[in-house]
């Protein structure tokens, strides 16, 4: 699915400085890297839009950046990227950060310049926020988000609109606007934020700030042990990591924020978007995390978007096997889950049994489930168009001509696939039997 995206936040250079470590300084026990050589690449939330723009979308950078060579450097490795660049100006200079790497492990790094007085965002700018189809703010403490007219912009699209808008805050940074979709600080940057302890419980910080910051949901990232949810009035839920082993992480916390922006649009289900964005930034990191980033690479590489969609009124093995079937026919499945009103309209009143946040929550817990996106229509067709997959599975046994979402599929080039029915397990039989027994 190619979305609109706008991500808002600081730029910077980063520069990796890497060479032959054949010999240590005999004063130091430091290494001596010789004939050393500088890759330039987009860093902070320039890294961010890459990521996002590799993922296909159409993507547009709203940063401060001053008139000099770093500035013009950024330009560049961003539109090399397919990214647009609307600058805001400042009258500092471009922040650089130099890596040096040894034996493929940073041994150091060296930062250079930092943000001035940061002008207001231009129109263009400001009407390529309200028209986006969701909003990933990177701060990176430079100081973009405490401009007043960005600030109010940001609210009045949190107030107006169903748009996403993803908050990944920085210590030296402005707190999330009210009513943020998500913000996802890392584990001492939400005990900070939640004046508490460094070390206490996540899920305590989590808490606490989805109320000190109005946001519909915290997610804080806890690196190798995954991230801690805490959204509405429930209980906060750990979602673990896969295991990648040693490896750098820069840009772990830019891949998973690029990944669950673009995962929330359409209302899919919090959880979800979290576990696909976890998953995106161990993926990322075992693939060698920003340093082995080629954006051109990353944007050939083809993947295949399976779609299925129902009720899912208490989960069954049918179900289950279902969605197996489809997810193998692809890279990526996402659900596209009845919401409750749409339920009563197709089964009745007495249905659903079980409220759309849980029954999301239970397909998001499948190994097999990427995304879920609850949709209010009769039919999935207005959320198809949105989420455009290469493939849609029904479960059943269908003829083609019983299959009205073929043809629509087939305007982008997508095909309509049935997998078998599995007999002997049915929602409306097992509710059946549990009022049977009840009574």
């Known amino acids: 699915m190619s979305l609109r995206m706008v991500v808002v936040g600081d730029a910077l250079l980063d520069v990796d400085v890497t060479g032959d470590v054949r010999r240590r300084l ?9 004939d050393p050589k500088e890759r330039l690449r987009p860093g902070g939330a320039a890294l961010a839009a890459a990521l996002a723009a590799a993922d296909g979308h159409d993507v547009v950078l709203v940063t401060a950046l001053a008139a000099d060579a770093a500035g013009s450097r950024i330009h560049e490795l961003c539109r090399d990227a397919g990214v647009t660049v609307l600058a805001v100006p400042q009258d500092g200079s471009t922040p650089v950060k130099r890596r040096i790497i040894a034996d493929q492990k940073p041994v150091a790094r060296l930062d250079e310049g930092a943000c001035g007085s940061i002008e207001p965002v231009p129109p263009d700018a400001l009407d390529a926020i309200s028209a986006a189809d969701a909003v990933l703010v990177s701060d990176y403490g430079q100081g973009l988000t405490s401009v007043d007219n960005l600030r109010r912009a940001l609210t009045g699209v949190a107030k107006a609109t169903s748009t996403p808008i993803v908050w990944d805050p920085h210590p030296r940074g402005e707190a999330p606007i009210p009513g943020v979709r998500l913000a996802t600080p890392n584990r001492a940057e939400a005990a900070a934020f939640a004046g508490q302890a460094a070390g206490t419980d996540a899920s305590e910080h989590a808490a606490a700030l989805v109320d000190a ?5 915290v997610c804080v990232t806890l690196g190798s042990d995954g991230a801690v949810l805490a959204e509405g009035q429930a209980a906060p839920l750990a979602i673990p990591a ?10 772990a916390g830019d891949r998973f924020a690029a990944t669950v922006t673009a995962s929330l649009t359409g209302t899919t289900a919090t959880e ?9 930034a161990g993926d990322f990191v075992g693939s060698g995390g920003a340093a082995a980033f080629t954006p051109v690479e990353r944007r050939t590489r083809a993947r295949t978007i399976v779609a299925t969609g129902g009720c899912f009124d208490l989960l069954h093995a049918g179900h289950v096997a279902t969605l197996q079937a489809a997810r193998r026919l692809g890279d990526r499945l996402i659900v596209c889950l009845n919401s409750d009103d749409s339920v009563r309209r197709l089964k009745g ?9 849980d029954r999301a929550r239970l397909l998001a817990a499948l190994d097999c489930v990427d995304d879920v ?10 959320v198809l168009c949105r989420i455009r997959p290469d493939i849609w599975v029904k479960g059943g046994d269908y003829a083609q001509d019983d299959l009205p979402e073929s043809d629509l599929l087939a305007t982008w080039g997508g095909r309509t696939v049935v997998v078998p029915f599995h007999g002997g397990h049915s929602t409306t039989s097992l509710i059946e039997t549990a009022r049977a027994t009840s009574g």
């Open 26 to 34: 005999p004063e130091a026990n430091a290494p001596v890297i010789d």
């Open 213 to 217: 910051w109005q946001a519909q949901a």
């Open 242 to 251: 896969p295991t990648v082993g040693p490896h750098d992480t820069c840009g």
């Open 272 to 280: 979800a978007a979290i576990k696909t964005a976890v998953e995106a």
């Open 349 to 357: 009143e007495d249905r659903p049994v079980v409220p759309e946040r």
């Open 373 to 382: 996106v609850v949709f209010d229509e009769d039919t999935p067709m207005h």
